[in-house]
């Protein structure tokens, strides 16, 4: 009975970071809408979906409840996290938005619970091995969408021909094949059986993201790859590793020097301009609204609210409705003001940190596991929106590896419940426990 239960708490959580990741059911009830096909603004939330979620919420507060002691431990280490909620909660006070403030304020609390429930219930460890089968389970059904229900899996409209598998559109894929990559690639650094397994997840994941057709994500994933060999000299004695940090850094701010200098031509050679399709010429005037309100921002999700919202100035000042700033800390400003962005930099900083003692700790593939996800998250706030966004996988792998690093590598297989490796979905997924 008890491996009943612990086997279905497993497929709950794995069910659940699926959902979380954004898929496949908001494209699916979309009917395979795609850019171009429906109007900006369009509904993009379902009864459905807000039903799910809402079951997820409070399921996970039940889970939560069960193990309290545990859960008020990990949730204090990190007060920078609450207070960043708990602003966003209170926004509504001053919101130009306060119903829709409200209700997604609510929703970001219980994504934030389920962050909290990830690491109060999971070694880190296990938490990657959690992600494993998730990526798995999205890798098939993408595959499944593009080949056997091309309507949904690959776009139509402008994006025509830009697979997307079970997301509704190609950069949200590619967003979400990054982290594949990373997680298919830690799996393959330390697996001592199938070893091909992961490598054919990690190449799949960058296939798939090239027929994405997502410059920024591909990027991304270059780069964070070939950051990895960079990170393993954090964990180097410090008369070694100072040198090569300071190498690296030289090396890297010639090689900015470089791209700065060339970047009209590399951009164009991606088939991007200086503009980053448009962004870049609508932040000024979004800078013009921040303005007007520095301190506090109009409210969590209180400005990109349609054309009777603030977000109508950007939108005619730039002859184009975009969903969003396609910058995290812009959109942050924009929600919380100054306040909430000098609160996130603090937590971020302090995470960050963390992080790295956690490299230098923790000598197996999972060590990279923080400093890369903070450094993927770093990157795709840069020209997209994924910070501190309710129901949304991002943050809630935030949250769980900020609240994760304050217990140490060696505590944890004591602190959070231990089961037998063998127990992750039977001895048959053995290939999958050696990370």
């Given amino acids: 009975m008890k491996k009943i239960l612990v086997l279905a708490e497993q497929v709950f959580t794995i069910v659940s970071l699926v959902l979380y990741s954004g898929g496949p059911l908001t494209v699916i009830l979309s009917g395979g809408s795609s850019e171009g096909?429906?109007?900006?603004?369009?509904?993009?939330?379902?009864?459905?979906?807000?039903?799910?979620?809402?079951?997820?919420?409070?399921?996970?507060?039940?889970?939560?409840?069960?193990?309290?002691?545990?859960?008020?431990?990990?949730?204090?280490?990190?007060k920078f996290i609450w207070l960043l909620v708990g602003i966003a909660v209170a926004s509504v006070f001053w919101s130009f938005t306060p119903t829709m403030t409200r209700t997604r304020g609510i929703a970001l609390v219980g994504t934030s619970l389920f962050g909290l429930y990830l690491a109060s219930r999971y070694s880190i460890r296990e938490q990657l091995k959690l992600l494993v089968w998730t990526f798995g389970i999205v890798l098939a059904l993408s595959l499944i969408f593009a080949v056997a229900l091309p309507k949904y899996g690959i776009m139509g409209?402008?994006?025509?021909?830009?697979?997307?598998?079970?997301?509704?559109?190609?950069?949200?894929?590619?967003?979400?094949?990054?982290?594949?990559?990373?997680?298919?690639?830690?799996?393959?650094?330390e697996a001592k059986r199938k070893r091909w397994l992961s490598w054919f997840g990690l190449a799949l994941s960058i296939c798939l993201l090239l027929l994405s057709k997502s410059t920024t994500s591909l990027i991304n994933v270059v780069t964070l790859l070939t950051l990895v060999p960079i990170y393993?000299?954090?964990?180097?004695?410090y008369h070694?590793?100072?040198?090569?940090?300071?190498?690296?850094?030289?090396?890297?701010?010639?090689?900015?020097?470089?791209?700065?200098?060339?970047?009209?031509?590399?951009?164009?050679?991606?088939?991007?301009?200086?503009?980053?399709?448009?962004?870049?010429?609508?932040?000024?005037?979004m800078m013009d609204m921040i303005w007007k309100q520095p301190w506090l921002g109009y409210g969590y999700n209180g400005f990109w609210q349609g054309w009777d919202s603030p977000a109508a100035y950007v939108w005619r000042a730039a002859r184009w409705s975009p969903p969003n700033?396609?910058?995290?800390?812009?959109?942050?400003?924009?929600?919380?003001?100054?306040?909430?962005?000098?609160?996130?930099?603090?937590?971020?900083?302090?995470?960050?940190a963390n992080g790295l003692a956690w490299l230098?700790?923790?000598?197996?593939?999972?060590?990279?596991?923080?400093?890369?996800?903070?450094?993927?998250?770093?990157?795709?706030?840069?020209?997209?929106?994924?910070l501190m966004i309710r129901n949304d996988i991002f943050w809630v792998l935030y949250v769980a590896v900020a609240l994760s690093l304050y217990i140490l590598p060696k505590q944890q297989a004591k602190f959070l419940t231990r089961r037998p490796d063998?127990?992750?979905?039977?001895?048959?997924?053995?290939?999958?426990?050696?990370l």
């Fill in 422 to 434: 063998k127990q992750l979905f039977g001895s048959k997924m053995s290939d999958l426990n050696a």
């Fill in 325 to 352: 700033s396609h910058n995290g800390l812009l959109d942050l400003w924009l929600d919380l003001g100054l306040l909430g962005v000098l609160v996130f930099l603090v937590g971020f900083a302090t995470t960050l």
């Fill in 157 to 189: 409209g402008i994006h025509a021909g830009a697979w997307r598998g079970i997301y509704v559109h190609k950069n949200v894929f590619g967003k979400i094949m990054v982290l594949s990559s990373l997680i298919f690639l830690l799996l393959a650094m």
């Fill in 232 to 237: 393993q000299t954090f964990r180097w004695r």
């Fill in 360 to 386: 230098r700790l923790n000598k197996s593939s999972e060590g990279f596991w923080p400093l890369l996800y903070l450094t993927y998250l770093f990157q795709a706030n840069l020209s997209e929106s994924s």
């Fill in 240 to 285: 070694l590793m100072i040198p090569a940090v300071i190498a690296i850094i030289t090396i890297g701010g010639s090689l900015s020097l470089w791209l700065s200098s060339n970047a009209a031509n590399l951009l164009n050679a991606l088939g991007k301009d200086t503009t980053l399709t448009g962004r870049a010429d609508m932040w000024p005037y």
């Fill in 37 to 78: 096909d429906v109007t900006p603004g369009g509904p993009t939330e379902f009864p459905l979906i807000q039903i799910l979620f809402f079951l997820n919420y409070l399921l996970t507060f039940i889970l939560l409840v069960m193990r309290w002691k545990k859960v008020i431990y990990v949730f204090s280490k990190d």
